[in-house]
Protein backbone atom coordinates (compact mmCIF):
# COMPACT_ATOMS: atom_id res chain seq x y z
CA UNK A 1 0.00 0.00 0.00
CA UNK A 2 1.74 3.30 -0.99
CA UNK A 3 0.33 6.23 1.32
CA UNK A 4 -0.72 9.76 0.06
CA UNK A 5 1.58 12.24 -0.84
CA UNK A 6 -0.31 14.66 1.55
CA UNK A 7 1.54 16.76 4.08
CA UNK A 8 -1.53 18.84 5.64
CA UNK A 9 -0.57 21.61 3.79
CA UNK A 10 -3.99 22.14 2.04
CA UNK A 11 -3.69 25.10 0.36
CA UNK A 12 -4.53 25.54 -4.43
CA UNK A 13 -2.28 27.54 -5.99
CA UNK A 14 -4.69 29.68 -8.29
CA UNK A 15 -1.37 29.65 -10.94
CA UNK A 16 -0.63 26.58 -11.19
CA UNK A 17 -4.00 24.57 -9.97
CA UNK A 18 -1.63 22.36 -7.77
CA UNK A 19 -1.70 22.43 -3.66
CA UNK A 20 1.22 24.26 -2.27
CA UNK A 21 1.44 21.33 -0.08
CA UNK A 22 1.58 18.00 -2.01
CA UNK A 23 2.01 19.72 -5.14
CA UNK A 24 -0.88 17.53 -6.64
CA UNK A 25 -3.65 18.53 -9.03
CA UNK A 26 -7.38 18.68 -7.33
CA UNK A 27 -8.12 16.21 -9.83
CA UNK A 28 -5.22 13.97 -8.78
CA UNK A 29 -6.17 14.56 -4.71
CA UNK A 30 -9.70 13.28 -5.08
CA UNK A 31 -8.90 10.06 -7.79
CA UNK A 32 -5.87 8.94 -5.05
CA UNK A 33 -7.69 6.38 -3.31
CA UNK A 34 -9.26 4.86 -6.64
CA UNK A 35 -5.65 4.78 -8.40
CA UNK A 36 -3.58 1.44 -8.56
CA UNK A 37 -0.22 1.03 -6.59
CA UNK A 38 1.71 1.73 -9.97
CA UNK A 39 -0.29 4.78 -10.56
CA UNK A 40 0.23 6.10 -7.65
CA UNK A 41 3.80 5.34 -8.48
CA UNK A 42 3.85 6.73 -11.33
CA UNK A 43 2.33 10.08 -9.66
CA UNK A 44 4.56 9.86 -6.68
CA UNK A 45 7.27 10.25 -9.27
CA UNK A 46 5.57 13.10 -11.42
CA UNK A 47 5.18 14.91 -8.09
CA UNK A 48 9.39 14.92 -7.57
CA UNK A 49 9.63 15.97 -11.27
CA UNK A 50 7.54 19.28 -9.94
CA UNK A 51 9.60 19.41 -6.88
CA UNK A 52 12.92 19.51 -8.86
CA UNK A 53 11.32 22.11 -11.35
CA UNK A 54 10.30 24.77 -8.38
Known amino acids: MIES ?3 D ?3 MDDYNGMC ?4 RTLEEIE ?6 DPEKSQLIE ?7 NA
Open 9 to 11: VCI
Open 20 to 23: RGCL
Open 46 to 52: LIEERKS
Open 31 to 36: NWSRLS
Open 5 to 7: PCI
